[in-house]
């Protein structure tokens, strides 16, 4: 924020580094092993008192000062200009704290040049000792230029104790000095056997090329047994890392998983061919293979430096100073202003409507450019901008550190926050998809007939929950296997009314023909049940989430009708993912290209290959199934046990997109959009003015309670969520664990010994286990569960279904001619044939009329 601004637009910041970077580290390295093979290639060639072999070794110090003062002195200045460039915070606290370390280890680099010239030149004048003492220095030299610099490296990523001592010492001898220093001499070792192939090939048949086998095999003991202490050094190394940053390296980072496989193969062909060289083959051959290896060499050090890069993000210095300059701490204090308003360099000043994506822009420059490019070969920002809408990126922006450990958070107020957004979304031209609204009317149903006065029976039907969802995206997902079921109780009429369970067969039919079976007695019930799938669709593809079914009981062996009821199955897909994810069709639909947008996600926050699956669906893989990883009770997902569960994973990762938006955030997933298709909020607690958090809590403490749960069970990224989640309604330690779809709200907690409801007292009081929920809960008698006669949850009766008015009342105006719970109003007519005076079911059923 003090300095100017580089603005970089293809080649990002990333490609620069990695350029000049990569191979000015790789020819620094070689000049430290380099220096310690010269001395001790020099003492062999004298030991022997081998003039061809002296030769060589002149030779390959001509090779060896081109490559390392020559080139890697003009990629060093090189290096200095692009980190001031592009990171002159981070650079001005480097200089500041490491000023004398600096000088020092100028000091050693003059002793190098100094050492290395006087060592090429005095090849043929000096005395043998004394130039054996010129080569010694010069590595010494080298080798305590790689110390100074070795302390400052591994500061940026483990400073240690000096964030709070801030003392000089503690920030040089760091956590990760020792194992770095031992990898990075045992990788410099290693190169300069590969440099060493490239001269050694070149050594002439003289003496039937004996000379060049020597240095050959030589040149290979180089390369490959330092190779060896790189595996132990890397392995102290990454266990010397912090938790963060070693879960990073280790377990989250898709990226770093790529550039280990790139360390694994470099390493292993760099130790391959140093094998073939040693092996006798054509000289023709070997000169080339050698440059070949060489080449492998800089991929094994690029592959370091990139996984160590990649492991101190989202910081420049770890705890210190983020990747774009902005240091920590301030993050809060500058977003409060603007960051606009308090950067020195921003040309603008404040976001209005007239200059907001000018404003995106300038702050794309200020704040993702140090890594992102526009384009470019390198980390371009356009394939992930395009994965989502305007409002997915202002979304994803807001909880940016939160969802991507990786990145820094946007630092800025709502409307830069806006902007930019706006600003990213127009790079691929996506804007925030348009709502599914839809226009609906009622639609006309039949009610069954009932005759009060001569009826035998009464059949109760339900569905198991209010409202299904039927998640899929088009060929690509499933998010859960879409089954609903249908439960069915039949009731002889009597002073004493019976549960029928034998001799009667119930069958169900669904409206228009789409479906129809019978419903089998259920295992310890009372009651019949099947379960099957519906779809929410209708032959034309028009939205239908509340197809009707009739069930019908008859006389098992004479088919004789006994009575016949009608029933809602309530299901939807109208799940609006594409307003974040983008690839919406304006009808609700999860579209295949919204769900590779999601999966694209998955994949770069979890390092799987779901994209790669599910675009070979059909080629020998499946679509990806949600619940074959993430065990989810309502479906039966068994999942993995070391991954949350279904639920628990998806409301505890959005609770940090959708923070702060109450029964909004539900609104974003399910289907209860006041002006959607579904529009399943319609019961009696809908009447009253109750919303979806009365009962379960907005979105972040509704995720809080499944993630304790799953914490309990030691699941990966359970305790990581919950540090993230700020809760709105509770302190976090308040909120009781939770297990999905097993444990939910307690009616009993606001209706207390069934009384008058109090609905402050919904969240946080669950059910202890699955009987005790509402849907599977019976009376006092045993006899009733409770939607029996209050119909399903989110449907209570008196239910104001958006496509008409009696289509979830039905069976209570089928058979009392009121819309309210079965038995309501002294309505015990129903079943008991009179009216009751005692409460039978549970307490304050019976009311004065």
Sequence with gaps: MEYPIWHLAVLGGGFWIALIGTFHVFLAHFAVGGGLYLALAERYARRLDSPRLLAHVKKHARFFLLVTMVAGGVTGVGIWFIIGLLSPQATSTLLKLFVYAFATEWVFFLVEIVALLLYYYGFDRMAARDHLILGWAYF??????????????????????????????????????????????????????????????RIPDDDGGADRERMIRMAAAWTILPLLVCVGAGWWYIHKLPQAQYEMVLLRSARIAGFFKFLQAFAGFAALGALALAVR??????????????????????????????????????????????????????SAKGYLATA???????????????????????????????????????????????????????????????????????DERGALAAYLAGLSGRKNAPAATMDIKGLPVDIPSFDIASANYVLLAWPDLGMHMNVAAQGVFVLRESSLELNAELIKRGESPEKVTEGVTLTYALEGGRGSGVLAPLSGRDWFGARFAVSPRRADGSLDPYPLATVTAANAATGEKLVATRVVLPVSD????????????GKGNITGQTGLNILRIHDRLNRTRLVAQARAVGKGKTVVRCASCHADALSGGEGRKDLLGLSAAIHGFHANTLRGQGPESCARCHPSRPDGGTRFQHGLHARMGMDCTNCHGPLEDHAIGLLKREAESG?????????????????AASIPPRSAWVQTSDCLACHKDFGSPDPSQAFGHWTKGPEERFRTRLDEMGALPCPACHGPQHALYPSDNPYGAARDNLQPLQYQKLARAMGARGNCIVCHKKRMEVDAHHPNTIKPL
Aim: charged fraction near 15%; charge should be positive; proline fraction near 6%.
């Design 140 to 201: 010494i030299a080298a080798f305590c230029s790689l110390f100074m610099i070795n302390g400052i490296i591994g500061f940026m990523l483990t400073p240690g104790a000096w964030i709070t001592t801030r003392a000089f010492w503690d920030a040089f001898f760091n956590p990760t000095f020792w194992p770095q220093l031992v990898l990075r001499t045992a990788i410099a070792l290693s190169l300069a056997g590969l440099f060493g192939f490239v001269t050694a090939t």
């Design 281 to 334: 083959m054509p000289r023709r051959m070997r000169f080339p293979l050698a440059l070949v290896i060489v080449l492998t060499g800089w991929g094994l050090i690029g592959s370091f430096e990139f996984i160590r890069e990649a492991a101190r993000k989202p910081f420049l210095i770890y705890d210190h100073t983020y990747s774009n300059g902005i240091h920590v701490g301030t993050e809060e204090a500058i």
């Design 344 to 414: 020195k360099w921003a040309r603008i000043r404040v976001v209005t409507p007239e200059n907001r994506l000018a404003a995106g822009a300038e702050l794309f420059q200020h704040q993702c450019a140090s890594c992102h490019s526009l384009g470019g070969p390198m980390n371009s920002i356009r394939p992930w901008a395009a994965s989502l809408t305007e409002g997915g990126l202002d979304a994803l922006l807001g909880a940016l550190r939160r969802i991507n450990p990786a990145m820094p958070p946007f630092v800025g107020n709502k």
């Design 574 to 585: 109208e799940v609006d993912c594409a307003s974040c994810h983008g690839g919406g069709d």
């Design 715 to 731: 699941k990966r990224g359970a305790k990581r969520l919950l540090s993230q989640i700020t809760p709105q309604l509770a302190a």
